[in-house]
Antibody, heavy 117, light 107 residues
């Protein structure tokens, strides 16, 4: 059974940085596509980033390109989202998801990021 | 970017009734890589359907997906009380991956 557990959320000022972590079990990040997806308060789901199984190819939503970086640590079976230059519109619950190819088959419970002064 | 438009925005139904949710893409989705997710407040989203019509592991057979190209449908044959939630379609064929705006199924 896939289990993904996010951590690292919190309150940060505009322009600040934060790193989210996702611990995976029942799924090997080295052969899975791993995603970050977010949900702003009262809004729908928004895809943020994807790290392909090869660990080399990454894809980002236009809204975060150049500010966010997705990466992984195979030895720890973990995935990360480094976020810089945060904006109030980045506020929301961030979910880690993963699966075969580009399919987000398994999801975590999410971690809340609040960007506010 | 492929834009996904879901309709209706809200569906008001009773347990035992049939629910039909629509997802229309602004351009053809390659290989019909279209997925459906169920999302309840405070919970992780759950994959229901992938590749337009394949049920994910453990999903009851009252959930079914159909369609191809630009028009896709999620059908719940007989609503159970636990099915009242928000449903999203997502295309996972082209970057950026995109979600539809969601359909809320309420009592």
């Amino acid at each position: 059974q896939v289990q993904l557990v996010e951590s690292g959320g919190g309150v940060v000022q505009p322009g600040g940085s934060l790193r989210l972590s996702c611990a995976a079990s029942g799924l090997t990040v080295s052969n899975s596509g791993m995603h970050w997806v977010r949900q702003a308060p009262g809004k729908g789901l928004e895809w943020v980033a994807l790290l392909r199984y090869d660990g080399i190819n990454t894809y980002y939503a236009e809204s975060v390109k150049g500010r966010f970086t997705i990466s992984r640590d195979i030895s720890k079976n973990m995935v990360y989202l480094q976020m810089h230059n945060l904006r109030p519109e980045d506020t929301g619950v961030y979910y880690c998801a993963g699966g075969s190819g580009w399919l987000a088959a398994g999801w975590g419970q999410g971690t809340l990021v609040t960007v506010s002064s | 970017e492929i834009v996904l438009t879901q309709s209706p925005g809200t569906l008001s139904l009773s347990p035992g009734e049939r629910a039909t949710l629509s997802c229309r893409a602004s351009q053809s989705v390659t290989n019909n890589f279209l997925a459906w997710f169920q999302h309840k407040p405070g919970q992780a989203p759950r994959l229901l359907i992938y590749s337009a019509s394949s049920r994910a592991t453990g999903i009851p057979d009252r959930f079914s997906g159909s369609g191809s190209g630009t028009d896709f449908t999620l059908t719940i044959s007989r609503l159970e009380p636990e099915d009242f939630a928000v449903y999203y379609c997502q295309q996972n064929a082209h970057s950026p991956l995109t979600f539809g705006g969601g359909t809320k199924v309420e009592i």
